[in-house]
């Protein structure tokens, strides 16, 4: 099982500020030439969405204020200006194997 | 577009099975392009991946849970089904189901999610 560490767990910025989610796993998610991590944001009272797959692509209809980067064990949600709209939990998962594991989650919240 | 929709008892007694549907439209279970799985949230916690069903009758299960879960489907309905048996308080959770794409692999769209109680 690969386990995924995000920090920080939760994440106080303020609006227009840029913010940064790391997300660590166990063991490599690089496989001929692909990173299988994904970044999903579950706003309060709602299913999680898709943000960002393989690594660094953006999801139809995410605004590219949200980017993806990383390789290997090594990975990184940024947003560059923070809206009020950003608010929630941020995971990341790997998708490289089963059993599919996520990270514990970041809490994005505005000052 | 594709959506999904979980139904089932909203509470479970501890010791017997948790048994939730997921009906999707607009697409077809029997895409060879996708599998279709379970995840699940228990309250203030984070997701958990329960298992996957793919339209041949292969599955994938989470091993801390494979002793006790059954996905399945019914191509002639649309629907997939999760059964999770001798269930205790430990399984109380928002139950989601959502589709996986094989080619980029990613859980996009998720169902709204199904909160499971379990409790006497």
């Known amino acids: 099982e690969i386990v995924m560490t995000q920090s920080p767990l939760s994440l106080p910025v303020t609006p227009g500020e840029p913010a940064s989610i790391s997300c660590r796993s166990s063991q490599s998610l690089n496989s001929k030439g692909n990173n299988y991590l994904d970044w999903y944001l579950q706003k309060p009272g709602q299913s999680p969405q898709l943000l960002i797959y393989?690594?660094?692509n953006r999801a139809s209809g995410v605004p590219d204020r949200f980017s993806g980067s990383g390789s290997g064990t090594d990975f990184t949600l940024k947003i560059s200006r923070v809206e009020a709209k950003d608010v929630g939990v941020y995971y990341c998962?790997?998708?490289?194997?089963?059993?599919?594991?996520f990270g514990q989650g970041t809490k994005l919240e505005i000052k | 577009q594709l959506q999904l929709q979980e139904s089932g008892p909203g509470l479970v007694k501890p010791s017997e099975t948790l048994s939730l549907t997921c009906a999707v439209s607009?697409?077809?279970?029997?895409?060879?392009?996708?599998?279709w799985v379970w995840i699940r949230q228990p309250p203030g916690k984070g997701l958990e991946w329960i298992g996957s069903?793919?339209?041949?009758?292969?599955?994938y299960y989470n091993p801390s849970l494979k002793s006790r879960v059954t996905i399945s489907a019914d191509m002639s309905t649309n629907q997939f089904s999760l059964k999770l048996s001798s269930v205790t308080a430990a399984d109380t959770a928002v139950y989601y189901c959502a589709q996986y794409q094989l080619l980029n692999r990613w859980f996009d769209p998720w169902g709204q999610g199904t909160l499971v109680t379990v409790s006497a």
């Open positions: 998962m790997q998708a490289l194997q089963t059993p599919y594991d």
């Open positions: 393989l690594g660094s």
């Open positions: 607009g697409g077809s279970i029997s895409s060879s392009s996708h599998y």
């Open positions: 069903f793919y339209y041949t009758g292969t599955t």
